[in-house]
């Protein structure tokens, strides 16, 4: 695994954990027959307060990550060893670590879509995720830089797919 490729799969898992931030929390409205935007405000600074947690988290363990959880970066010049052990000792409090089995069945959905996506869009050969690993290792040879304008493109056209 190259240097490049280990700096490109916490950008997946942190397109994960931002993916969740559409579908943590609660009952929205608590009560009222559909969310309003002060519901989605509401959630929204939950997640973001959750990933500060986590990103401390994270930086407990060794690997540097951002708070701003749109950022998309871990600046990780450690082993994917290293990586993997601090997601596991902060997996609790991840983003999402909530999420009730519909959620985190919708969650597993929209990230095969997007694995759909990019391999409609030139990435052929890009994997499914895994349910039980947050990691996903891109095709070797990928160019990191376009597969992260894909991705967010993708996640951008599945955001509301069914």
């Known amino acids: 695994m190259t240097v490049r490729t280990a700096r490109w799969i916490p950008v997946v898992m942190l397109c994960a954990a931002v993916a969740l931030s559409g579908c943590t929390g609660g009952t929205p409205g608590k009560g009222s027959a559909s969310p309003t935007a002060l519901d989605a405000a509401q959630e929204e600074a939950k997640t973001r307060e959750k990933y500060k947690i986590w990103a401390a988290c994270m930086r407990d363990q ?20 290293q990586l993997k052990a601090a997601y596991a000792a902060c997996r609790k409090v991840a ?50 830089d376009k597969a992260t304008e894909m991705l967010s493109t993708c996640a951008r056209k599945t955001d509301g797919a069914k």
Request: with cysteine.
């Open 95 to 144: 983003p999402g670590a909530d999420l009730n089995p519909t959620q985190a069945a919708a969650d597993l959905e929209k990230r095969r879509r997007n694995a759909k996506c990019m391999r409609e869009n030139g990435y052929p050969d890009w994997p499914d995720p895994d349910p039980n690993d947050p990691f996903l290792s891109p095709p070797a040879g990928t160019d990191m």
């Open 62 to 81: 060794g690997v540097d990550v951002s708070d701003d959880m749109n950022a998309e970066q871990i600046n990780n010049n450690g082993s994917i060893e």
